[in-house]
């Protein structure tokens, strides 16, 4: 490798526009891109654990023969280890000792990946996710845990977990995530990154999901990237089961946001009976004053809706969800799983104690689980955006989460999702944005929330918050000294 190391760290210090401008002026080219990145990982990923596949010889020969006009040439990416955007000859293993063993070899591009590479990013590897992506920790048995770039004892959630720690040690600026109850968002909040859940079908899904709660795309350091990315691949499959249109117009939305003297922005500290920890509570404390000085009209207290509270159909749901993935992994596999080839918890999900529920009883859930998405986006008749915390409490320790039961793990997956899991449902637009710290140096996340199909608006409240309050010259300690130089 040519690129020398204060190089690197210079690269890395640059979001995706940014690094793609770069290269559009000729100051450097694609294979300096994923040089520097390959340079960042190899400094990185030993104390943090972010990755599961690289294929750093095959990026550094796409990079080296990538024309430089492409929109994002030779910018580096991380897709997630699910499954949903996968390219051509990528191995992938869903955080699962036996497909460790025998990963599943992508055998063509879908639709997200092919716009992806289209584009000129260069795919420099697989990002770490819990098991089946069923956890809000990443720390699969046969992997390993990923380690929190601000706390190396802490979580980084789930189960985007990979994606949103290498993104926070800048391995590189952004990376793929898939999302059913929060999966971008709450490893976002966690690592002090960006994450976003478009409105559903914006981005389109390799497959429609189980309650259609399924939602792709990045998390990333800036704004901007957000909304480019939107931009790229927003709207573009019209015959995917969910589709929605893109304004194509989300980058300049960002740019020209200005202030916002008739925005309503609820608040809600509380959602599903699940109280925010008092750091979460701060975060808004200070998140407030900012959304005033943009001139919004800032309505603090409870949303009746998102606080119902229906332990019995989200327990049914999940259990429906959960028996669903692991059947998928049995066919995957080609034979019976046996508790050997699973961790405790999804042996659990995929083998419940209580009978299988009944059609009618999967059914009914449904329709309430329905009727309520439609009563909790009628919200919206009142107010223009949602402030909440992302996640209920801050990064719990890796060890606490190794020390769970199976049933533990399950109240605190739903603990941890209650306040990102119900826009999975409704389908809105939703970002969490790296706003506060806590005096230890721990991010924690807050969320804005839109309306259905009001991504553009979302993304340029977010861009003016970034003005007031720049998160992008924050660096975990493991990136200390070269963001120190880098940002000077």
Not at 316 to 333: C, D, H, P, Y
Request: aromatic residues 6%.
């Amino acid at each position: 490798m040519s690129i020398a190391k204060d190089a690197a760290d210079r690269i890395a210090s640059l979001d995706a526009v940014g690094q793609a401008e770069a290269v559009r002026r000729g100051d450097i080219s694609p294979l300096d891109l994923v040089e520097a990145a390959i340079a960042r990982i190899e400094k990185c990923e030993g104390l943090i654990g972010a990755l599961v596949h690289q294929r750093f010889d095959s990026a550094c020969a796409e990079a080296a023969r990538m024309p430089g006009d492409r929109p994002f040439a030779g910018v580096p990416i991380l897709l997630k280890d699910s499954l949903r955007a996968t390219q051509l000859g990528i191995p992938h293993f869903a955080g699962n000792r036996v497909l460790k063993e025998s990963p599943l070899v992508a055998t063509e591009d879908t639709f997200l990946g092919r716009c992806l590479r289209d584009a000129g990013f260069i795919t420099l590897g697989v990002s770490k996710t819990p098991e089946l992506a069923w956890f809000t920790t990443t720390q699969p048995v046969a992997f390993g845990p990923t380690r929190n770039p601000w706390a190396l004892d802490r979580s980084v959630g789930g189960s985007s977990g990979g994606a949103a720690a290498a993104v926070a040690a800048g391995m590189v600026p952004v990376a793929h995530g898939t999302e059913t109850g929060g999966s971008i968002r709450i490893p976002a909040s966690f690592c002090g990154v960006v994450g976003m859940k478009p409105t559903r079908g914006l981005v389109p899904c390799a497959e429609p999901n189980l309650n259609h709660s399924m939602h792709q795309f990045v998390l990333c350091r800036t704004i901007r990237d957000a909304a480019a990315l939107l931009d790229l691949v927003g709207g573009g499959d019209p015959r995917a089961l969910y589709w929605s249109p893109s304004t194509r117009r989300y980058a300049r939305a960002a740019a020209e946001a200005t202030d916002f003297p008739r925005l309503r922005v609820g608040v809600a500290r509380r959602m599903g009976g699940v109280e925010a920890h008092i750091d979460c509570q701060r975060a808004l404390d200070a998140t407030i004053p900012l959304l005033e000085e943009l001139g919004c009209k800032v309505i603090d207290g409870v949303v009746p809706s998102l606080d119902q509270e229906d332990d019995a159909t989200s327990a049914l749901l999940l259990r429906a969800s959960g028996m669903r993935a692991f059947q998928g992994l049995e066919k995957i596999v080609g034979r019976p799983l046996s508790p050997d080839d699973v961790e405790p918890f999804i042996w659990s999900v995929g083998h419940p104690k209580d009978p299988v529920v009944t059609a009618l009883e999967y059914l009914g859930a449904i329709e309430r689980r329905r009727a309520w998405a439609v009563e909790v986006m009628n919200c919206w008749n009142d107010f223009d955006l949602l402030l909440s915390p992302t996640v209920c409490e801050p990064p719990l320790t890796l060890q606490s989460h190794a020390e769970e039961t199976p049933d533990e793990t399950l109240v605190t997956v739903t603990r941890q999702m209650a306040f990102a899991g119900p826009f999975n449902q409704t389908g809105q637009p939703a970002i969490s944005l790296p706003l506060y710290w806590r005096n230890d140096g721990l991010p924690i996340g807050v969320q804005l929330v839109a309306d259905m199909g009001k991504d553009d608006l979302l993304l340029a409240v977010a861009s003016r918050l970034e003005t007031l309050k720049p998160w992008k010259v924050r660096w975990p300690m493991v990136c200390m000294d070269e963001a120190h130089k880098i940002t000077k």
